[in-house]
């Protein structure tokens, strides 16, 4: 699906999806609880809830062949799992899944009574997770550490979780930490990492929060083109995107905070500094912030952007050139020029968060935009295109 994008005056309410973060992590506990597994969450599913209830779904019918999709946090949160409920699995993948980095886990749970054979085209894991000690890299991905602590509380005995590095994207386990404490389980916060108590019970249930990832678009929208209402966002919420409002405001955007809303009205914006090391996904939608302040942005920490649906780095970049913005990256950090932005053909690489950014830039580039296969958004956001038409942008399929 590729998609037309014209310049636009925006203004109105949008309601926060739910948090595709708290998704996945409570489709775990609710499979650990005996609950029901949920497809939806208040009324919203994405293709990456779909693969974790997917899966899941597939594991309480007994199969040990489970399709992740593109999702990694559905691989990377059931392969430590599935390796605590013993057996053998066989997990696919699509896209870039199966070559982004997940050696590192593997080697992890290797060591603990797992074997493992991983190729382009799947990756096998048999035998059963033992409790004990765990080392594992903190800087590579959060999302090996939230899988093993979730894996770990279901065994018998006591674990340790030690980081043999910082841990990069802190914000995601304190997620997981504060999801599992919502299901009865306790997790100690460590100077080596994390202590987990064998034998514990997962019982309870959660609903998902508003997901300040995916409403970051929409408050850069009114930032840079009209006022926008997001409501339905927790501002006591752990999210690490949750950073947004401290990078609009460094970039002097007027932001009023009511009971259960935020609004951003368009305003002179400066350019800013961000570090991207604990809200990654920030990134292309802050470049874009960037993109139509006066100055230069810098973003630091952008190494693990390389690593994502696409090679972030690049991807970014080349959006920005693609709509006339001036951009480049200098050893680990990405600097933008702010510019007037022209229309133009961006290609999303496949990737959600290149395509809602390239929409919201193409709502104020001058001229009619073209985003090319825009249907990468069905991955964590399928409705973002209607709630975009909703506040007056201007979309229509090619």
């Known amino acids: 699906m590729n998609i037309r994008v014209e310049k636009s005056k925006t203004s109105g309410v949008v ?54 999709d593109e999702s990694g946090s559905t691989l990377r949160f059931l392969l430590p799992l599935c390796a605590g409920l013993g057996g053998e699995f066989t997990f696919l993948g699509r896209g870039r899944l199966l070559s982004r980095p997940n050696t590192e886990l593997l080697n992890s749970l ?111 929208l009114g930032a840079i083109n009209g006022g926008i209402t997001v409501s339905g966002l927790n501002l006591q919420s752990v999210q690490g995107d949750k950073k947004i409002l401290d990078i609009l405001k460094s970039a002097n955007a007027d932001i009023t905070v009511g009971e259960n809303q935020i609004t951003v009205s368009k305003s002179q914006l400066n350019g800013f500094s961000m570090d991207a090391n604990d809200c990654p996904d920030l990134v292309p939608i802050c470049a874009v912030l960037g993109a139509l302040a006066s100055g230069k942005t ?52 496949n990737d959600h968060r290149i395509v809602m950014s390239s929409a919201v830039l193409g709502a104020v580039a001058c001229g009619e935009s073209k985003i090319l296969d825009a249907g990468a958004v069905n991955k964590s956001y399928p409705t973002f295109f209607d709630d975009f038409k909703s506040v007056g942008g201007k979309a229509s399929e090619l």
């Open 110 to 220: 290797s060591k603990n009574g797992i074997s493992f054979e991983e190729n382009k085209d799947n990756i096998k894991i048999w035998g059963k997770l033992k409790a004990g000690e765990i080392e594992i890299r903190g800087d590579i991905s959060s999302q090996y550490v939230s899988g093993l602590i979730m894996a770990l509380a279901t065994l018998d005995s006591d674990s340790k979780i030690i980081l043999t590095s910082p841990l990069a994207s802190k914000p995601y386990v304190d997620i997981t930490l504060s999801v599992l404490k919502g299901y009865g389980i306790k997790v100690q916060s460590t100077d080596y990492g994390y202590f987990i108590k064998g034998s514990q019970k997962f019982s309870g249930s959660l609903d998902a929060e508003g997901d300040w990832s995916n409403m970051a678009f929409y408050l850069v």
């Open 298 to 349: 810098i973003i630091h920490n952008i190494e693990r952007l390389r690593l994502k649906e696409s090679d972030r780095v690049f991807s970014t970049i080349e959006m920005l050139k693609s709509f006339g913005i001036k951009a480049e990256e200098k050893e680990s950090s990405m600097i933008i020029y702010g510019g007037k932005a022209s229309g133009g053909v961006v290609n999303s690489f």
């Open 15 to 68: 309601e926060a999806i739910a948090s595709k973060s708290f998704a996945h992590r409570i489709l775990i506990c609710d499979f650990l609880s005996g609950n029901n597994l949920r497809k939806e969450f208040n009324g919203f599913c994405s293709k990456d809830i779909l693969a974790t209830y997917n899966c899941l779904s597939d594991i309480k019918s007994g199969k040990r062949v489970l399709d992740c």
